[in-house]
């Protein structure tokens, strides 16, 4: 296998993998500009992940949130999920690191054992205070989700049911990255390390992402200033949405992790 080959000779050294929604779609999940139909913002407008939308209805935006949230809850990790973790601690074995960043807000790396992980677009099981400033707000802070914190909202949906801050009083709001801001804007979404491992990698493995948002074009970048070999795992690549200088690998995730890991000596539950 292509890829297996790739991973072997690189798995001393430094490996930097980078999984979208693709990643788990097989655990139920809807992707975000996938083919599926249910593809996040094919049925939604963007505007509703804003900082601007949660000042004007906070309201609308944490039923839809909280709908989206519902929708990851249940989910488990997938073959390919599980792989991913295998292969870090493979790559440990032999003397090498891998970094994984994903672009998911749910929880299924972590479930499925992978330790070395960056979650740059933040998480679906904490909140953080919407004061800028505040201990439980950026840049530094936040808190971890818990039914309770939305109890009484759910059973009426309206503002003065909405969680508050314990510090300062304000609004608390989902610990992810909106649209309308920046990577730098908390800690949490660790973007120094991100770019210091793209600096680094020997080898990089994209699965299951569209290249559609900024933080994959600056890996990009790096990828082709430094010409380190680089994969794509997408079943659904064009030819036109195929990054130049990837070599794209139209098989699904769950499908070509676990045999590739196989594939490396690795057994691994099905």
């Given amino acids: ?40 913002w094919r049925r939604y407008d963007l505007e509703l992940a804003t900082v601007g939308y949660f000042l004007r209805d906070p309201v609308g935006q944490w039923s839809w949130y909280l709908e989206r949230f519902r929708a990851v809850e249940g989910a488990q990790p997938n073959p390919g999920h ?3 973790a295998d292969l870090e601690r493979l790559a440990e074995q032999r003397g090498g690191r891998t970094t994984l960043v994903t672009q998911n807000i749910d929880t299924l790396h972590e479930a ?26 950026a840049p530094k802070g936040s808190i971890p989700r818990r039914g309770e914190h939305f109890a009484a909202f759910a059973a009426d949906p309206q503002q003065a049911h909405l969680p508050t801050c314990a510090v300062c009083g304000s609004l608390l709001r989902a610990h992810v990255l ?7 804007e908390h800690q949490d979404y660790r973007f120094e390390e991100v770019l210091a491992a793209a600096e680094s990698a020997d080898l990089v493995l994209f699965v299951g992402t569209s290249f559609s948002v900024g933080i994959t074009d600056l890996l ?10 680089a994969y794509s795992i997408d079943p659904g690549a064009t030819a036109g949405a195929r990054p130049p200088g990837v070599r794209t690998l139209a098989q699904r995730a769950e499908e070509i992790l676990p045999a590739t890991v196989r594939s490396l000596g690795v057994e691994i539950d099905a």
């Fill in 1 to 40: 296998m292509e890829l297996a080959g790739a991973l072997e000779d690189h798995l001393g050294g430094r490996l930097l993998i980078v999984t979208g929604a693709g990643i788990s779609h097989a655990s139920g999940i809807a992707t975000f500009r996938g083919s599926d139909s249910g593809a996040v």
């Fill in 82 to 84: 599980r792989a991913l």
């Fill in 112 to 137: 499925a054992g992978t330790r070395r992980l960056i979650k740059v677009h933040g998480s679906s099981d904490r909140l953080r205070c919407a004061r800028t400033g505040c201990s439980n707000g």
């Fill in 178 to 184: 909106f649209f309308d801001e920046y990577y730098q």
């Fill in 220 to 229: 990009l970048r790096a990828v082709y200033r430094r010409a380190v070999p």
